[in-house]
């Protein structure tokens, strides 16, 4: 069976869907319904912008769904997902490519979760640390240890999990989880502590935007971050999203059920290739490719 996979944050680059933009008048057509969405051109950052422009959140989290989203509507009858994931904002960009969600209404979402994480982010210092070379549950046991916030909040891969909260609690976590043996503890560029208890305020302003949208029936299972299994029902594939800001990524356990229910090969949609490289952690000779879009 042939997986579709959608990264999250952080895939970015200056140039990302130019080519689409450029050489498909359908895709053409949806970034400008989407400048028009935005209230504001990010196809202006996207293809010609800056770093800086394109990292913030309010930019970056549309500009990887579009890349995405796009690329999957262009690539027409060649894509067929036999089931789908996608990495934290990648869950929206693959609701959105398997039929759950339209694509205005994708956007507003992932428009409206950018900007609320933002908001949660500047109102409590707070970031993230990635932790290398550690079993899951030496990690989290550590984490329960430390008195302040902070969860496991991304299971990348085994070996690999990243930790989220509060900066003191995340500066006495690194520490302690180096002492136990940790071959990195890294503290990561990011603005906030998201998939941690302090997304609270943030999910709450998502939970009613994503209430009063409508989710159709997927045409393949969604593998969701909350649960790590395959979802086929509308309202549990809604639940589970309302909850997915403070819950952790669990990454590792999506992959592992998606192989075991049967996923034989993975294509990754949109920028970069982060989760080819993640399913290569599990099995080095798992077969992935990225999707590509030709002009004819």
């Not at 902070?150 to 180096?178: F, M, R, W």
């Not at 669990?250 to 080819?276: F, H, N, Y």
């Amino acid at each position: 069976m042939k997986a579709y996979v959608f990264p999250g944050q952080g895939a970015q680059f200056i140039g990302m869907g130019k080519d689409l933009y450029d050489h498909s008048d359908l895709a053409k057509s949806m970034f400008e319904q989407a400048n028009e969405i935005l209230g504001f051109r990010i196809t202006d950052i996207m293809f010609e912008g800056t770093d800086e422009q394109l990292k913030e959140t309010k930019v970056t989290q549309p500009a990887i769904f579009l890349h995405s989203v796009i690329l999957a509507k262009v690539l027409g009858d060649d894509f067929k997902p036999e089931m789908v994931a996608g990495h934290s904002l990648g869950e929206f960009s693959a609701l959105v490519a398997n039929g759950v969600l339209n694509f205005e209404d994708g956007l507003k979402l992932v428009s409206q979760r950018a900007l609320a994480m933002q908001k949660a982010c500047e109102a409590e210092p707070s970031t993230m640390a990635a932790i290398l070379g550690l079993e899951d549950e030496v990690v989290e046991r550590i984490c329960e240890e430390i008195n302040g916030v902070v969860v496991a909040a991304n299971y990348n891969c085994p070996g690999q999990l990243v930790i989220s909260g509060a900066v003191d609690a995340i500066d006495e976590a690194c520490e302690k989880l180096t002492e136990a043996g940790a071959k990195r503890a890294l503290k990561l560029a990011v603005g906030g502590a998201f998939h941690s208890p302090l997304m609270e305020p943030a999910r709450e302003e998502l939970a009613a935007a994503i209430a009063s949208t409508d989710f159709g029936t997927p045409i393949c299972p969604v593998y969701q971050n909350v649960t790590a299994s395959a979802v086929v029902d509308p309202a549990a594939i809604k639940e589970n999203l309302i909850k997915q800001l403070t819950a952790p990524v669990r990454w590792t356990q999506t992959m592992q059920q998606m192989i075991a229910d049967g996923c034989s090969s993975v294509v990754e949609v949109g920028p970069g290739k982060v989760l080819q490289g993640l399913f290569k952690k599990i099995d080095r000779a798992f077969p992935t490719e990225s999707a590509s879009f030709s002009a004819e």
